[in-house]
């Protein structure tokens, strides 16, 4: 199954750090511009972070200082490393791959839940 599927949501107190990661499966992951998006409880998806295939990254201004993405190809990974947490950070997580780039469809994990809350 060609998917990217993403893990390390929780529960985290204010000022607390997580890290995300996400896993691609079957794709040739360094034909990939990479990103992670959120959506909080009412709120429309959003970007936070991205990564092209050269490692050019971009930050959402909500996030830049705090957050950092970071990809292996070499393990079909991608990274957001999120520190000092916010309140309004909680959101779903999304990792995307985008293929455009090398002629390929994009692709969307089922998302990870991250709560900041004391």
């Known amino acids: 199954q060609v998917q990217v599927v993403e893990s390390g949501g929780g529960l985290v107190q204010p000022g607390g750090s997580l890290r995300l990661s996400c896993a691609g499966s079957k794709i040739i992951f360094s034909a990939y511009d990479m990103g992670w998006y959120r959506q909080a409880p009412g709120e429309q998806r959003e970007l936070v972070a991205t990564i092209t295939s050269g490692g050019t990254t971009n930050y959402a201004d909500s996030v830049k200082g705090r957050f950092t993405i970071s990809r292996d190809n070499a393990k079909k990974a991608v990274y957001l490393q999120m520190n000092t947490l916010k309140f309004e950070d909680t959101a779903v997580y999304y990792c995307?791959?985008?293929?455009?780039?090398?002629?390929?469809?994009?692709?969307w994990g089922q998302g990870t839940r991250v709560t900041v809350s004391s």
């Open positions: 995307n791959a985008d293929g455009r780039a090398t002629g390929r469809y994009s692709l």
